[in-house]
């Protein structure tokens, strides 16, 4: 399977604790994405990185969200005390930057966060 | 800032039948690309069709077509002969055009497929 991965699936944590979720992106992909996507919405961008580069984050990702891209390959991302509205889907995609504007972004299956 | 919408929370369909998926776009640019992804229940995005503003033709992709109307800032997705495996959340998203790493996405139309 050479499409984005994700895991893991599904992650249930108590308040405060932290998480970490993996993203594998498409191998030749230099761009990778991460999304959250709440119940009944489209996904919200979050941040992306050029190879192991953090190029943007959005204002929603507070400071107890991190995400790393070390050899420009998988990515992380950490949330650090977790809280109830922190439940969502957190979604990865990758492209690959070849200057066309049918540049698409490919999506994982998602990790699907429940904070109790 | 950019804006899609989707009014329609949810569609049902027949087999076999044509559905349309309304969406809406606001941007104040003249160059931008709209995109729309298929969301089944496993949670994976799936993109089906791609429509450049600058493309003079409506896309196609298979059993999808866009229908795309940029002085009303439509693009509508048509789904031909529905099949039961097209049952599934339906979004439409336009490319950020002053940052092509940025997706808006819309709220999404659930599509029901009947027997």
């Known amino acids: 399977d050479t499409g984005v991965s994700q895991n893991p699936r599904h992650k249930i944590t108590k308040r405060g604790q932290n998480v970490t979720f993996r993203c594998d992106p498409i191998s030749e992909h230099n761009r990778l994405y991460w999304y959250r996507q709440t119940l009944g919405q489209g996904p919200e961008f979050l941040t992306y990185?050029?190879?192991?580069?953090?190029?943007?984050k959005s204002r929603l990702l507070s400071d107890r969200f991190s995400a790393e891209r070390p050899k420009g390959s998988f990515s992380t991302l950490e949330i650090q005390r977790t809280e109830q509205g922190d439940s969502a889907m957190y979604l990865c995609a990758s492209s690959i930057l070849s200057g066309a504007s049918t540049d698409t972004q490919y999506f994982g299956p998602g990790t699907r966060l429940t904070v109790l | 800032a950019q804006k899609i919408t989707q009014t329609q929370p949810g569609m049902f369909v027949q087999e076999k039948e044509a559905v349309t998926l309304d969406c809406t776009y606001d941007t104040s640019d003249q160059s931008y690309g709209l995109f729309w992804y298929k969301q089944p229940s496993s949670g994976e995005m799936i993109f089906l069709i791609y429509q450049g503003s600058y493309d003079e033709q409506n896309a196609t992709e298979g059993r999808y077509s866009l229908n795309f109307q940029k002085a009303r800032k439509s693009a509508n997705l048509v789904i031909s002969a529905s099949q039961l495996g097209d049952s599934a959340m339906y979004f439409c998203?336009?490319?950020?055009?002053?940052?092509?790493?940025?997706?808006?996405f819309g709220s999404g139309t659930k599509l029901n497929v009947k027997p």
């Open positions: 998203a336009m490319r950020d055009p002053g940052n092509f790493n940025k997706f808006y």
């Open positions: 990185f050029q190879n192991e580069a953090q190029l943007e």
